[in-house]
Every structure is written in C-alpha cells, then in structure tokens.
C-alpha cells in the first residue's frame, strides 16, 4: 500500500516524464523494461507498475490502464514526442502517424485506450535505454 502511494505522489515530484522514470525505477527494473515494455499485446495484462501496487481491482479497469491513463495525464506532451523522436520524425519526415507505426506494438493500436497503451509503453522503453546508457545522469 506504501509503495502506491509513493507512486502516485512521484508525479508531483517529478516534473517531467526523464525524471520521474529516473526516479521511480531503479537500474534492475529499467534493464527489465527495456526487454519486456513492447514485449507482448496491447491490452494483455503486462504491468510495468505492477511491483508499485497492491492488486488490481477485479471490477474495474486494469492497473495497466489506470497507470496509462495516468501518465498520459501528466506527461503526455513528453511522451508523444518522445515516440516521435524514437519514429523519426523531423524536417524530412513530418507524417507523425507515419513515424509513430515504425515503433513496436503499432499494429496493435485499435482504439484510443491502446493508442495510448501503445505510446507510454514505447516511451517507458525509449526512456529506459536511455538512462541505462546515459548511466542514469541528468538528461
């Protein structure tokens, strides 16, 4: 129970989306989420924030969902472009959609709900290479 509302309460410590994946998870689970974020289904209960939660509520959506809804709340703008970034897109290749289908689990997107499952589960790999190879540093 501590560890999710330490969770939830990391979002107002963390400015933006590098830091509060910085913050949150630690050289273990970042190498974890490199290898397992885009590994799977869209909508399948994979859940990156599993060990930050008690058990889901079997009435209602998933942990995964909540988490999605979440941080696309918070950090959406960082975690859009960070997916762009990772597609490709800049001066010479500015369909987004275009770049976005480059990414993992792009042809798994249905819906809003997997859109953005599919957005922040990309940026949570994205992010996480980068840490490791930046050594964890301040971007």
Not at 6 to 34: C, G
Not at 90 to 119: D, R, Y
Request: net charge negative; charged share 30%; proline share 3%.
């Amino acid at each position: 129970m501590l560890d999710a509302i330490e969770w939830w309460r990391s979002f107002r410590r963390n400015p933006n989306f590098w830091d509060w994946v910085r913050d949150l998870y630690s050289d273990e689970e970042l190498r974890r989420l490199t290898e397992e974020a885009t590994d799977g289904r869209l909508g399948q209960q994979y859940d990156p924030f599993g060990e930050h939660f008690g058990l889901a509520d079997p009435f209602g959506e998933t942990i995964t969902a909540k988490a999605t809804r979440r941080l696309m709340k918070r950090y959406g703008f960082e975690i859009w472009w960070c997916c762009l970034g990772a597609g490709g897109f800049g001066p010479e290749n500015q369909n987004a959609m275009e770049c976005l289908s480059k990414l993992s689990l792009a042809s798994q997107v249905h819906n809003q709900s997997t859109f953005e499952e599919f957005l922040v589960r990309n940026a949570l790999r994205i992010a996480s290479e980068q840490l490791i190879k930046e050594g964890r540093k301040r971007i």
